[in-house]
Each structure stands twice: as C-alpha cells, then as structure tokens.
C-alpha cells in the first residue's frame, strides 16, 4: 500500500515562497501522475494542479504563473514550489497520486500572512 508523506509547509508573508514536498513510499511511482490539492477555508478540497509521469503539467487559473510543479522519479517525489505567495493561498495542502487506489497524503499546512 502506497503511503504519501508531505513536508515543507509553514508560516511565510505575502509575496514570500514555500517548496513543498511529497514522497511516495511505493515502487511505481514512475508510472501514474500526481497532483496537489489544496483545502482553504471555506473551501473544498480544491485541485491546485497536476504532473503527468512523463513531467506535462496543469495548474489552476489562480495559481499559474506562480506555482510550479516538478517530479524527481529517482526520488520517488513530487514538488509544489510556490512564489508570490497570497494571504488567500493559506490552507492545507495534499498530494494525491493516481495509481489505483488514488492515495492522498495526510497534509501539510501553508499560512501566509499578510
């Protein structure tokens, strides 16, 4: 069973960055895509973007241009670097994979202070 461990997360100010990290415990990480999630206030669990295995990426209108999403697969890890960070950005963030039992990780949680 494949288990997501995320780290990276904190305090920062407006206009700061955070890199936020996901290793994946399995042994086919190469082989399905990855996403990041993100759970604000208010909010739903809401899909910030996504890389395929072979490194193509989406991103959700608020993010683009300021988020970016990479995979190191020697690492078996997802990244989520995030620039010009917003007070609206706080919230807990989850990586989820999609392989067959589309795990999440457990959270980690992003606040920005303005």
């Known amino acids: 069973q494949v288990h997501l461990e995320e780290s990276g997360g904190g305090l920062v100010q407006a206009g700061g960055s955070l890199k936020l990290s996901c290793v994946d415990s399995g042994s086919s990480f190469t082989m399905y895509p990855m996403a990041w999630y993100r759970q604000t206030s208010g909010h739903e669990r809401d899909w910030v973007g996504t890389?395929?295995?072979?490194?193509?990426?989406a991103y959700e209108d608020s993010v683009k241009g300021r988020f970016t999403i990479s995979r190191d697969n020697a690492k078996n890890t997802v990244y989520l670097q995030m620039n010009s960070l917003k007070p609206e950005d706080t919230g807990v963030y989850y990586c989820?994979?999609?392989?067959?039992?589309?795990?999440w990780g457990q959270g980690t949680q992003v606040t920005v202070s303005s």
């Open positions: 989820r994979a999609f392989n067959e039992e589309r795990t």
């Open positions: 890389i395929t295995s072979v490194g193509t990426t």
